[in-house]
């Protein structure tokens, strides 16, 4: 089984999009597959019950039924960051919870399970804790969407650095135009190509698919 934590420079920057496009690959190729989304801020009520939209996608883009509950097992109802809802709601949001979720997943054995955070990098849980603290003990692989607009240099090396600095593994991101009008599009990319300590996986144009054929490399690199 192959294991990935999907994070991103900001909130709204693709990381459900990407997960949701690279479970579907993997599942055309033949893999077993289970997205993992376990904290979400913002739901809808859907037949009577709260469901968060981006852990929807997770959960019908993964090739092994499970219900949504084993998908999002924390799901908070205004969308607002996660630790601040949470407390709200007098709920604790704890490692050991979201460490519990995931090992509950991997008993489906599926061949690749993409763990998706939320918000950015440095999400808190509380006071003094932060989801990339939990991906560090788990010693999780990552990938990291970078939302193509003005200021993402400095949100992809800063998230990159901080990586490092917890000596996480970032086996590669993924380009995601994500306005269709940002002044020097190339340069930028490029320049984030010989400054990032990790190779460009996957780059997706704005308002368009990505080709099948980019996805299956992904997949192939990853599995």
């Known amino acids: 089984m192959k294991q990935y934590f999907i994070t991103g420079t900001d909130t709204e ?7 949701s496009h690279l479970l579907k690959s993997a599942a055309a190729l033949g893999k077993s597959t289970l997205g993992y989304k376990p ?9 009577g019950n709260w469901v968060n939209e981006d852990a929807a996608s997770l959960h ?13 097992p924390i799901a908070l109802l205004p969308p607002i960051a996660p630790h601040i809802a949470a407390k709200e709601a007098g709920v604790a949001l704890s490692a050991e919870a979201i460490i519990e979720g995931l090992h509950h997943l991997q008993r489906y054995s ?8 939320a918000g950015g990098w440095q999400l808190p849980l509380s006071d003094d804790t932060f989801l990339s603290d ?3 003990s788990l010693e999780m692989d990552v990938i990291l969407v970078v939302g193509m607009k003005l200021g993402c240099l400095n949100h992809a090396l800063l998230t990159a650095k901080a990586m490092q600095q917890q000596g996480i593994n970032l086996v590669g991101w993924v380009a995601n135009d994500i306005t269709g009008c940002m002044s020097r599009y190339d340069e930028n990319l490029a320049t984030l190509q010989h400054a990032l300590p990790a190779p460009l996986l996957l780059e997706i144009p704005f308002q368009q698919e990505p080709s099948a054929e980019a996805l299956q490399r992904v997949i192939q690199k990853l599995c």
């Open 13 to 19: 920057v693709g990381k459900t999009y990407v997960t």
């Open 39 to 47: 904290i979400a801020a913002g739901c809808d009520n859907i037949e």
């Open 60 to 72: 019908a883009a993964s090739s092994i039924t499970v219900s949504i509950k084993e998908v999002n």
């Open 110 to 117: 599926p061949d690749i399970l993409l763990m998706e955070g």
């Open 134 to 136: 939990v991906v560090a």
